[in-house]
Each structure stands twice: as structure tokens, then as C-alpha cells.
């Protein structure tokens, strides 16, 4: 399977302020880039996700950034709050067969 | 309305023997795939089942093998246990073949223990 490299492993944030974790992918067919939330015991929850024609998606307080040409894409997280508190997922899909990133553990300390 | 559930939650096996774990999909889903996650790890694809037939197949070995029953429900047996079949297995559920017509909801998750 191709790659996807996920970045950091863990990230620690204070209440308030922004996370941001970042994906890199190999696969120039991926069409589909989704992004996890998973808490201890609990299977993967889709957050947010972006198709390859736009640059950006805001939902909330969760932001996509999306650079075709780097293959690069990010998570961002505004006024991060403990209940963030989990693992985070970057996936990329072509076929709905998804490929993940390693994880991000992020810890929002209030 | 149901999500994914999967049984068993918890299982602990020894080495040689053959596991089967259960999945039945969210109301409304008629595609099955199962992932593979071990501790620490980001989950990895096993396959997809859609029509009661594999459609995709992750890098895993015969060893690895599924069954989609005609009420969508699904089965992931693993014959012959390794030690490194330890992990979470889950299952993910979704409206047809593509991300196109919807996202998928994954289980909760099979913890599987090989000793």
C-alpha cells in the first residue's frame, strides 16, 4: 500500500490555542482525504474530510488545508479544548480502500 | 438507528488456532470492510465486501479470509493465529464502493490477543 506520513506523533496544545497536524501521501490517484478522531477503546470517527478540487474545508472549529501540488494536506484544530483530547487520523482513499497515517496523540491541557 | 457493531469486544487466542469475528453494518449499508489495527499503530485495509464478494484486498495473507452474508452482515476468520495477529480488528460500513456515495462509520472494534 502506499504511503501516507503523518506528523507530529504527539502534539501537546494549551486550552485555547491551535493543533496542527500535518499528511503527506505518495499516491497521486488518492481522491479522497478524510480525517479521524479516535478515543481509547472506541473505533476511528470520521471528523472532517476534503476532496482534491478545493484548498480549504471549515467545519467548526476544524479546518482542512489541502496543497495538491506538495501532496500535502493538514488538520487544524482553533481554540482546542481538552475534550479533543484523542488520537488523530489522516487518511487518504482512492476506491474506499483508505490508507492512514501513523496517528497523531494529541493532549489539550487546560 | 444501530451503528456498526461487532462481536466479539474482547478475545484472547493461542497461536495455531482460527478466530472468527463478526460484523454487522450500520442500517442502511450494504458494504463491508475490515481493518486491522495494531497498538499505536494507524489502521490497515484487509478488504471489501459489497454483493457477498471480496472487491479489494489490502496486503494480507490467505490466512486472512471473509464472508458477506445476504443481509450485509459480515465475517473475518483468520486461520492458523501468529503472534502478530494481535490487534484491534474493525469493521467499517458504508452505501456502495466509493467514498462518493458516503462516508464510512467503523465498530468499535474486535480486540483480538494471540498467546
Known amino acids: 500500500q502506499q504511503q501516507v506520513k503523518q506528523s507530529p506523533q504527539s502534539l501537546i496544545v494549551q486550552k485555547g490555542g491551535i493543533s496542527i497536524i500535518n499528511c503527506a501521501y505518495e499516491?497521486?490517484?488518492?481522491?479522497?482525504f478524510p480525517w479521524y478522531q479516535q478515543f481509547p477503546g472506541k473505533g476511528p470517527a470520521l471528523l472532517i474530510a476534503i476532496r482534491p478540487d478545493v484548498s480549504e474545508k471549515k467545519e467548526g472549529r476544524f479546518t482542512i488545508s489541502f496543497n495538491k501540488s506538495a501532496k500535502q494536506f493538514s488538520l487544524h484544530i482553533m481554540d482546542s479544548q481538552p475534550g479533543d483530547s484523542a488520537t488523530y487520523f489522516c487518511a487518504s482513499d482512492a476506491g474506499n480502500m483508505l490508507t492512514f497515517g501513523g496517528g497523531t496523540r494529541l493532549m489539550v491541557k487546560p | 438507528d444501530a451503528g456498526v457493531t461487532q462481536s466479539p469486544t474482547h478475545l484472547i487466542k493461542t497461536r495455531g488456532q482460527q478466530v472468527t469475528l463478526r460484523c454487522s453494518p450500520k442500517?442502511?449499508?450494504?458494504?463491508v470492510s475490515w481493518y486491522q489495527q495494531a497498538l499505536g499503530q494507524g489502521p490497515q485495509f484487509i478488504f471489501q465486501y459489497y454483493e457477498e464478494e471480496e472487491r479489494q484486498r489490502g496486503n494480507f495473507p490467505d490466512r486472512f479470509s471473509g464472508h458477506q452474508f445476504p443481509n450485509y452482515s459480515s465475517e473475518l476468520n483468520v486461520n492458523a493465529l501468529l503472534l502478530g495477529d494481535s490487534a484491534l480488528y474493525l469493521c467499517?460500513?458504508?452505501?456502495?464502493?466509493?467514498?462518493?456515495?458516503?462516508?464510512?462509520?467503523f465498530g468499535e472494534g474486535s480486540r483480538l490477543t494471540v498467546l
Open positions: 499516491n497521486t490517484a488518492f481522491d479522497y
Open positions: 467499517a460500513s458504508s452505501l456502495g464502493l466509493s467514498t462518493l456515495t458516503g462516508e464510512l462509520f
Open positions: 442500517s442502511g449499508h450494504d458494504t
